[in-house]
């Protein structure tokens, strides 16, 4: 029998950059917050040797324990998922802060385009453009709407950057100016303006100077140490919900964070959630903490993971297409890029930070036509200057053998000498690709997996070869002397290292039918249970997701004291 | 933009660090880790003494055998030539042996749960084996295969047979029943690579010799005085030990 806590307000499951916005904005509407963490509590503090590359880049440090959870994967349904046994494709982040701790501070708005994707691609092409089994649909809400809730998250994480010239109208400017210039990122903007093209510095939450938000969180500026992505900021410079939003909840004394708790299941009655049921990792035991009102906010899988094992909200049937939980699952087309070797030219390439680059996005959304293309929407091309550490980067020309005196000659050469021009794809979401309960495998619980059943299509392969091709068009316009162009997709192959950027599964919409949640994140069939975070996309845009991810959150916690303080029903 | 030899920049102290940074301590977010260094003692002036032996070159998982055989190895995945030492000097070797004998060698942060079946290549890894099982039975295989082809043990053959023998490893010319062969050989080069490069705190990239000869400056604290610059900044690399005890 578990243990049962006295009743609170509102519970949260999970503590990142969803849970930590929330907990923060509803303990300043008064209400009483407890967050449930399944992974260890974390401070500036602990990443004193953060500048690890073997411990936290290649041995996952910060990433959860695969020996308890992971996912399992098919490419179809014609074959067996299998699990997911070691870290490649992506990353998946648990202790306190979550992804975001260990994220690049890429921070992207989404374009106007991507929330009317459906009707905006029917008025320009017609509905032939859409294949049947592609499902795109509108989010329920519009770039304008989004806009306010933008502007709030950018202005807590303090977001370094210039106006994009291609992007959706700003209401402000961002509260930092953009980061520093190093000269590969002034050579990428020199090569497209060169070609037409309109980069812009990349949105960064590695701050550019000193910034103190409007909840009194200060914090110092970036030194491009090169130690983002799979690392914590020991300088607090990347703006982390542990060095941001959780303070401010605990200042408030009205939130209580339980780390070690991993919760199971969310309790309910008839169409309320009641609670949650979580076991104490450390001791093992089962608690249950009542609440009015249940948040989850864990990572995309375990959103939906929760509401399946917990047979909430309707499953989703890929041989009918009916049912929202688990629709939707999308990803990211990333390996359409190219790498340019510059034999005259040795560039400071160890040095950099996690969202210092440039970007462009003429051939992102549906800033360009279509008309002729075999895909819709598009990738930012950027070129990023992250800090290239030595284990994981060894570029060689195309040819070149990949080990032995050749090998070592030339990784020595060129560890200095060769540039990225990468594409973030955007990813289509299709009938066939979603997230469903493993019917063999299980955690360390006892409780069945979450299965990925997904691969890439036509859609991504032709979007792929098109990115390839403009990113080796850039390299040549920056002079180049090799270009190694990758317009080849393949399948989906869940072992090299992709993105981090999950989508789905609990998807947004304008109506029950095909949505799980309303525009307030809020579930159609549970009034009381909100789900935030990647899950909510019904598709994924050429772009990292965190942004849009605060957005929602902001706007769900908006909803959340709507909620709380009215009678109850549906906000929407 | 020719590379200089120069030595443009200083390692940036973390107590100049601190100085230039404009970092508030206090409000809401005290930096922790800049917090505790403002406690950090002076670093004690530099003083010659005898070179302390390396307690670390010794092993923790192989036999003498296997070693040798791994050393062999990953010496020709990273020879010595002009460019610096080879993998053999750098240590790499001991850092595979002293991996596996800890949380990588027994998979422990990995699904090792059933049922087992063979996959299709985009799925990943599906064996039951362990790393360190599959180091065995590969280095195993490697003499035999070896002994068969020139009757002689990997570590004896000459470099040129070595490199035949690694390459019949890595295109599965060698055909194996309980591992893969290429798979264990892309296990190899991996953590030759990591032994190369790695943090010399792991017992590999000995002295830091591995990031000297790609340019690599190590664990700096800041590079906000290089980032904009034209010329290719050359610095003596920092370990994480200068790190613990600068």
Known sequence: MAKKLPKVDVVIVGVGWGGGIIAQELTKQGLTVVGLERGKERKTEDYFMVHDELRYALRYELMQDLSKETITFRSNTRIRALPMRQYGSFLIGTGLGGAGVHWNGQTFRFLPYDFQIRSKTIERYGEKKIPDNMTIQDWGITYDEMEPYYDRFEKLTGISGEENPLGGKRSSPYPTPPMKQTPAMKMFADAATKLKLHPYMMPSANLSQQYTNEDGVSRAACQYCGYCERFGCEYGAKADPVVTVIPVAKKSGKFEIRTHSHVRRILHTGNKATGVLYTDVTTGEEIEQPADIVVLTSYVFNNARLLLLSKLGRPYDPATGKGVIGKNYAYQVIRGGATGFFEEKEFNLYAGAGSLGMTLDDYNGDNFDHSDLKFIHGASISFSQTGQRPVANNPVPKGTPNWGKDFKAASIKYFNRALGVGAQGSSMPFRQHFLDLDPTYRDAFGDPLIRITFDFEEQDRQLAAFTADKCGEILKEMGATQIDVRRELGPYDITPYQSTHNTGGVIMGASPDISAVNNYLQMWDVENLFVIGASAFPHNSGYNPTDTVGALAYRAAEGIAKYAKGSGGLLV | ?246
């Open chain 2, 1 to 246: 933009m020719a590379q200089t030899d120069e030595r443009q920049e200083q390692p940036v102290s973390r107590r100049k660090f601190l100085k230039n940074s404009g970092l508030v301590l206090g409000g809401l977010v005290v930096g922790g880790v800049a917090g505790s260094l403002l406690k950090t003692k002076a670093p004690p002036a530099p003083q010659a003494a005898p070179a302390a032996p390396d307690f670390n070159q010794a092993l923790m998982y192989f036999t003498p055998e296997q070693f040798r055989v791994v050393e062999a190895a990953t010496e020709r995945i990273f020879p010595e030539d002009e460019h610096g030492p080879g993998a053999k000097t750098l240590g790499a070797a001991y850092f595979i042996d002293h991996q596996l004998a800890g949380d990588w060698g027994f998979n422990s942060r990995e699904y090792m749960q059933g049922p087992f079946y063979p996959g299709e290549a985009t799925q990943g890894y599906q064996g039951r084996l362990k790393r360190r099982e599959i180091f065995d039975i590969g280095i195993q295989e490697m003499n035999n295969y070896s002994t068969a082809k020139h009757q002689k043990r990997f570590y004896e053959l000459e470099p040129n047979q070595q490199d035949g023998v690694l390459k019949a490893f890595e295109s599965d010319e060698v055909k194996l029943t309980t591992i893969s062969a290429s798979g264990f050989f892309k296990m190899l080069r991996a953590s030759t690579l990591e032994g190369v490069y790695a943090d010399p705190l792991y017992g590999g990239n000995k002295n830091m010799d591995g990031w000297r000869m790609k340019n690599y400056p190590g664990n700096q604290m800041a590079y906000t005085q290089v980032i904009e610059q034209d010329k290719f900044v050359k610095m003596d690399p920092v370990s994480l030990r200068d790190h613990q005890h600068g």
